[in-house]
């Protein structure tokens, strides 16, 4: 039985080290002094809702896309980021405080 398990697991382990991706083989240079180099490209997730700016245009509130709709400050924050509704957190019953990392998020316009 443990032969099996030794046969199973050792022909897992090459079929995972056959998939390993190949280096590039181009020589890479590295970039001169004053030039800048992209950040990576990075997908955004549209399943993420977007805040929309107060009517009245103030620097940093953001009103969420979430009932009920309160404003949220943002400062310290940049336009794209993620961030999270407080409003929404789940309240722990023995303490009776928001439990942060329930709160629903949404992207900053």
Do not use: W
């Not at 004053?34 to 509130?61: C, Q």
């Not at 722990?92 to 992207?107: E, L, Q």
Request: positive net charge; contains cysteine; hydrophobic residues 30%.
């Amino acid at each position: 039985m443990k032969t099996r398990h030794i046969t199973l697991l050792a022909s897992v382990a090459a079929a995972f080290a056959s998939c390993a991706p190949i280096p590039d083989s181009a020589p890479t240079t590295p970039p001169t002094q004053g030039s800048e180099v992209p950040a990576p490209m990075t997908e955004i997730d549209s399943n993420v809702p977007v805040g929309r700016p107060t009517p009245d245009g103030k620097k940093d509130m953001v009103i969420s896309p979430y009932r009920p709709y309160n404003v949220i400050n943002v400062s310290g924050y940049q336009s794209g980021d993620i961030v999270g509704d407080p409003s929404t957190a789940r309240i722990d019953p023995k303490t009776n405080k928001p439990i942060a990392n329930t709160s629903k998020h949404f992207r900053i316009p």
